[in-house]
């Protein structure tokens, strides 16, 4: 078994089908939380360099790993007797592959009644757009979340792959599966899941939705309290060209700002008078740029007002709060975070992935394949 042995999920059996992005992102999530999760891989030769990425390394940690051709005879067989085993199966195939393959709901829930068989697509698995190609900008774009991401008069910015593949994706099916166990352990029947990328991100923007219908919210980029829209909730550059996040929203955090900084709140532009905003805007960027960025820094450490260093991924782990926390750790020569959130009592752990070469075989022969199965894999291709 592979992932912690005394993490919250151990005892729970994950089959993981080939995927990239937000599906591997949780079997590695699962796995640190202690499932024991078998992930099916492509053979080598039909690998591409991104699928090493959530192979080797960080993203492949705390499985147990099984080449396997999907497509070769027999290959269906194979991930059916490994959902027989398990308690939840994550794919992220196009709609309609899984059942070409063979692996599909009906076949595998015919094996396993109580199976969790999650689904994770872009678009979910109907609807106009259900078959056709999309990636987390384009899932944001249809959700409404893009367009209120980046300033008001250029272009909406993509937030890396954040919100729509790992946030609205990977940890909203994660918690459907979580829940649909729960519920096959009490009344014996599993279910499929249906995840979409682009519903996950809508839910994601549930508040802003409802300042919308309220009418506290207005429906364009930097018009608002928290879309920088308010020059007190903003990122400035400092000297040294580098940059500070201030969000001194409430008046106790910009009264403490404006003291620290050796000011008057009453003799400064006030960003609670939308007419100033202009004013509080130049104001604040003449002021951040009159010292460096780690300067601020060490100014605002101790003081409640909500200014923080920006820091790049290189950084982020030097920080002494992240420090202090042991926030970050070393996992085979990469430094990673620790996943959250932190356990009590059932303490999550990073473990190491496992080895197909050495895994495969051995879970072959559990599932009951003798010389003369493993053989006629061989012969069709499904293994080598």
Known sequence: MH???????????????????????????????????????????????????????????????????????????????????SDVLIEGFRPGVAERLGIGPDEALSRNPRLVYGRLTGWGQDGPLARTAGHDITYLAI???????????????????????????????????????????TSGAGQVIDA??????????????????????????????LDGGSPNYRCYE?????????????????????????????????????????????????????????EWAELFAPLDACVAPVLSLTEAPEHPHNVARQAYTEFEDTLVALPPPRFSGTPTTLAAGGNAATDGPEMLRQLGYDETGLAALRASGAIT
């Open 196 to 225: 979409a990328m682009v519903e996950g991100a809508a839910y994601l923007g549930t508040m802003t939705r409802t300042l919308l219908g309220s009418g506290s919210w207005r429906d364009e980029r930097e018009s608002n309290l």
């Open 238 to 294: 400092c000297a040294d060209g580098r940059w500070v996040a201030m969000g001194a929203l409430e008046p106790q955090f910009w009264q403490t700002f404006c003291e620290a900084i050796g000011s008057d709140p009453t003799q400064v532009p006030s960003p609670y008078d939308r007419g100033q905003s202009d004013a509080v805007e130049s104001w604040l960027t003449d002021t951040f740029r009159s010292r460096t960025r780690d």
């Open 143 to 185: 959700s409404g979340l893009l367009h209120g991401i980046g300033t008001r008069h250029g272009a909406p910015t993509p937030p890396v792959n954040y919100l729509a593949d790992f946030a609205g994706g990977s940890l909203f099916l994660g918690m459907g599966l979580l829940a649909a166990v729960l519920h096959a352990r």
């Open 3 to 85: 992932g912690s042995l005394d993490g919250p999920l151990s005892g729970v059996t994950v089959l993981e089908l080939p995927a990239i992005g937000p599906v591997p992102f949780l079997g590695m999530l699962l796995a640190d939380l202690g499932a024991d999760v078998v992930r099916i891989q492509k053979p080598a030769a039909k690998r591409s360099s991104l699928d090493e990425v959530f192979i080797a390394g960080p993203l492949g940690r705390g499985r147990r790993h099984l080449e396997l051709d999907l497509h070769a005879h027999g290959a269906g067989d194979v991930v059916l007797r490994l959902a027989e085993r």
